[in-house]
């Protein structure tokens, strides 16, 4: 028995490793965060209980049942009496017992309507789920594209680490042949420190973000690993632009105030339907044995409901509800119109975000061009120890500047796909 659990421990123990350490891509990280972030969860649950709320609704079509019923039984007559010299004392035990049923035949409406209102509910909260769903993954790709933008920058600096390393080793050579002062070696050592310094800071965000995006996709663990890609060539915005007006009806939240407004109608219909006459019809069935002597009832009945003082007050609630509905419509109007500036606003940022890339694409190749330059004046004695370790400083700068805008559109983009509904 303890070798079969010995077994079982390493399989689990094995296969978590083998989990922990693969590599998850992009889109795992987005169906992984679908299936376990909690916004998501709670998003489900959220249409369960509007589904829940819609049967409800559904069962006020069919008929009320009641039953009741008292057994007694005493130490003394519930009723005494005494007839000719002789007491009496009725009414020690029994039971009595009634079942009543009602079917609504006529409410003004607002079963219907509740159903009607019920079923919005549930498209409300299946909408709402989807733009949860936006949000998640939105944020998902901000946290992959913080990652990566994090490791590009490692890589850079690794490189300029390198190059100063390099430039350390040349100029101790030359500081022992007496060729220059121990002051230059100490310039480049702070500058080499300098570089390590920030390279420990890199490591201690990248493992913030890391755990982040490990917490939203709903998978603690230390030892994830995030696939690492390059950057690639930025497309350019015109291949994502769309029409704003077009795509307003593609975008969900404008979609979910349409349906706000659907909702305020049926609140209206049924503060109407509270207004009308109610029928019902039913039939009551009632039996009881106080005085060792069975009795039993039954009728029929139809009742009618007239809320006539409630007329009073119910048309200035009916006014509420009106008010309510046109509350709605300026609602819909006014985000439609914010959702389409918000629409036109992220694809001008994308178009800027487009051409800060080109421009930081030649300011790396310009910055890589000068330090080479540099490299070889410096050879030759033609600038100082400052200018070559300057030059590194704006590779370093310029390398980081492109990561920086190609994070940043990468993360335009995704805002401006979720806006215009692609």
């Known amino acids: 028995m303890k070798i079969f659990f010995l077994i079982y421990i390493l399989v689990l123990v094995s296969t978590h490793d083998c989990f922990s350490q693969q590599k998850l891509t992009l889109e795992e990280c987005k169906e992984l965060a679908k299936q376990n972030n909690y916004e998501m969860k709670k998003s489900v649950l959220s249409i369960q209980e509007a589904q829940h709320g819609k049967k409800n609704a559904f069962t006020k079509y069919f008929p009320s049942v009641q039953a009741n019923g008292i057994g007694l039984k005493s130490n003394s007559g519930l009723l005494e009496t005494s007839i000719m010299g002789m007491d009496l004392s009725l009414i020690r035990e029994g039971f009595y017992g009634g079942i009543s049923v009602t079917q609504p035949i006529f409410a003004g409406g607002q079963i219907m309507n509740g159903n009607k209102l019920a079923d919005k509910l549930v498209d409300i909260q299946k909408n709402q789920s989807e733009i949860v769903a936006d949000e998640v993954e939105l944020l998902t790709e901000q946290y992959y594209w913080q990652y990566i933008q994090l490791k590009e920058k490692l890589k850079t600096l690794e490189v300029i680490e390198e190059l100063v390393g390099q430039t350390l080793k040349e100029v101790s050579a030359s500081v022992k042949a007496g060729l220059i002062t121990h002051n230059n070696e100490l310039q480049v050592q702070l500058k080499l420190d300098e570089v390590k310094a920030s390279k420990m800071e890199l490591y201690n965000n990248i493992d913030a973000v890391k755990m982040l995006l490990s917490q939203h996709?709903?998978?603690?663990?230390?030892?994830?690993?995030?696939?690492?890609v390059a950057f690639e060539n930025a497309i350019?915005?015109?291949?994502?632009?769309?029409?704003s007006d077009a795509a307003l009806h593609a975008n969900k939240t404008y979609n979910l105030l349409d349906k706000g407004i659907e909702v305020s109608k049926y609140q209206t219909q049924i503060e109407k339907g509270k207004l009308l006459p109610t029928v019902a019809v039913g039939a009551n069935y009632f039996f009881e044995n106080m005085v060792d002597r069975k009795h039993t009832v039954g009728m029929a009945f139809v009742s009618v409901s007239i809320p006539i003082s409630g007329w009073w007050g119910g048309t200035h609630s009916v006014r509420q509800k009106k008010i309510n509905e046109k509350i709605s419509e300026y609602n819909k109007i006014d985000a439609g119109e914010k959702i389409i500036v918000q629409m036109k606003n992220y694809y001008k940022e994308l178009e800027v975000?487009?051409?800060?890339?080109?421009i930081a694409e030649s300011s790396v190749k310009n910055a890589s061009e000068n330090l080479r330059l540099n490299n070889n004046y410096y050879k030759s004695g033609l600038i100082t120890l400052n200018d070559l370790l300057d030059a590194q400083t704006l590779l370093q700068k310029a390398k980081d500047t492109l990561v920086d805008r190609h994070t940043g559109y990468l993360i335009k983009l995704s805002h401006y796909k979720k806006i215009t509904g692609q």
Request: proline share 4%; net charge negative; no cysteine.
């Open 353 to 358: 975000a487009y051409q800060q890339i080109q």
């Open 217 to 228: 996709i709903g998978i603690i663990s230390d030892s994830i690993e995030i696939t690492e």
């Open 236 to 243: 350019h915005p015109n291949a994502f632009s769309v029409n």
